[in-house]
């Protein structure tokens, strides 16, 4: 059992959700990768001072048909779709086996408190300036490769998009 791990993250994900309220507004986002209609757009992990992290960014789906992102890949340590749900002042994770749904024209956005790609068994401890590697899984347009920076936790909730 990894309880005390899961404790841990669900703490530090807290803890990056508090800190990074103030970042809500990023339509202008950058985009960093498109293929066939889907387009991600600023990906970003926070540091950590364990061996666990999660990874956010958005999806925009530009196409008529309805894709799934269906699971994700790490080149550091195990990578999975995760979402956290509030409910009662209780902050749980759930592991999304299905995927996540991104409708025709529309966007996914994984936040912090939200949909996030949870970062386990991390080699070393994430830091500034640090990147990774994401292989995201569509269901229609097969394999996205993109790079994932490490930023401070406190520099996303000073950005202004
Ligand atoms: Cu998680």
Redesign the pocket.
Known sequence: MHKTLFQV??FS?LLTALLSMACADQNSSEVVLEKNGIEISSPYIFESASN?S?AYFHINNKTSVSEILMSVDSNSGTA?L???ITSGGMVQ???LAEGIEIAPESHLHLEPGSF???LNDLPSNLLFGDKIELILEFKNSGQLTIEVPVIKSTEHAGHTH
Do not use: P
């Open positions: 993250s669900i994900l666990t999660a999975m995760h979402e956290t994770m759930r592991y996030h790609v949870m």
